[in-house]
């Protein structure tokens, strides 16, 4: 149904009212808007990150990912050793799905990454210091060029600190020391003016050591011209762990340094079995995170690291832990999702 004539009906539905169509009476509860309608009405990016396999074969994760979000992220798809496997060899075949599903449904896409210590092949990894520089800036321009304009912000680096707050020695750190990190940001812009350009990492939700260096970096780096526009809060939290408290001030901190700011990777998980006490727990964690970014003029958006729990990273990585996205295995609409909702809506 087009957009217009699912407002219409919505707003018929709205009153709570029975109605008769050609079809035979219709009686429906109050209908609830997507996700999507309420944030774009108040210029906001709800997304998800997208997998390309479910995209391709399942119609219930279409349905409801078109249904519901207005922005991407492939989880894997423009990663290195999905773009670029062999030197110089470049494959953008689920790229492109993810990028031309986004086009048809209307939902900006967030590229998702550049520069990391992870998937990234070991031709890499293996580089001298002028190869590997090299490598990164053919790497980046050619991503990048090739989404020139259809990919409206980057993740240029992505977890460059490790957990103290000091440079990741990560193999780029190593051979490169920490100028990688200007560099990529100066290809990234060299090959797209026009896409925003974001450092992203995890576990800088509160006022931390780590979400101090960042901030420091980031205001380094943008007093040198480095051209850094944004940055990502990945939020990937646990219910056992506690909420932090101080996110709204952290990306206000943030905010105030002239960039914008995302919530990029945002999931709450939870030992399992999942019980109706965690899943309340989980949908507050959910609403105070929205809440915390909508406070924020510059805070432009919240993306899902998937939205059904049938398809997480969660389980593989911490095993015995998942439920921790808004949508069930069989896409039945959890007390999170409800919870985004009504931020979005309110
Ligand atoms: O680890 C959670 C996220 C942390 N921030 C950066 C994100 O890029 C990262 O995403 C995850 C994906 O959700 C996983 O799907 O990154 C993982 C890799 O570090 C992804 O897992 C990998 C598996 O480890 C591989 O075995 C698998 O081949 O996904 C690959 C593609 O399905």
């Excluded at 896409?109 to 990894?125: E, I, R």
């Excluded at 995302?262 to 965690?278: S, Y």
């Excluded at 998937?306 to 911490?318: A, E, H, K, L, M």
Aim: glycine share 8%; aromatic share 10%; hydrophobic share 40%.
């Amino acid at each position: 149904m087009t957009s217009p004539a699912r407002l219409a009906m919505a707003a018929v539905l709205a009153v709570g009212t029975s109605v008769t169509l050609a079809a035979g009476p219709v009686t429906a509860e109050v209908p609830s808007q997507p996700l999507r309608d309420h944030a774009s009405a108040r210029d906001f990016l709800i997304g998800t990150a997208v997998a390309t396999g479910p995209l391709a074969g399942e119609p219930s994760y279409r349905d409801t990912l078109n249904r519901e979000f207005n922005a991407v992220t492939a989880e894997n798809a423009m990663k290195w050793d999905a773009t670029e496997p062999s030197p110089g060899q470049f494959t953008f075949t689920a790229a492109d799905q993810i990028t031309a599903s986004a086009q048809a449904n209307g939902q900006t896409v967030h590229g998702h990454t550049l520069v990391w210590h992870s998937q990234t092949p070991g031709w890499v990894q293996g580089l001298d210091a002028t190869a590997m520089r090299d490598a990164m800036g053919n790497h980046i321009g050619t991503v990048v060029g090739r989404y020139a304009g259809r990919i409206a912000t980057w993740d240029v680096v992505n977890e460059v600190f490790d957990d103290n707050g000091g440079m990741r020695s990560s193999f780029w750190y190593q051979r490169l020391g920490e100028s990688y990190v200007a560099d990529a940001f100066r290809y990234a812009r060299a090959a797209d003016p026009s896409a925003k350009l974001c450092i992203n990492d995890y576990n800088v939700e509160g006022i931390n050591s780590k979400s101090t260096a960042l901030y420091n970096l980031v205001s380094r780096l943008r007093g040198q011209g480095v051209p850094i526009d944004c940055v990502g809060i990945q939020g990937h939290l646990a219910i056992q762990y506690g909420f932090p408290n101080d996110l709204r001030q952290n990306i206000q901190r943030f905010a105030d340094l002239g960039v914008d700011v995302r919530i990029t990777e945002l999931d709450v998980r939870m030992q399992l079995p999942a019980d109706a006490g965690k899943l309340a727990t989980q949908s507050t964690y959910y609403r105070n995170v929205i809440d915390a970014c909508l406070a924020v003029a510059r805070c432009t958006g919240l993306t899902v690291w998937g939205f059904t729990d049938r398809y997480s990273w969660v389980p593989d990585t911490f095993p015995g832990q998942g439920a921790a996205l808004p949508y069930t295995e069989n896409y039945q609409a959890k007390p999170a999702y409800q919870a985004l909702h009504d931020a979005l809506a309110g």
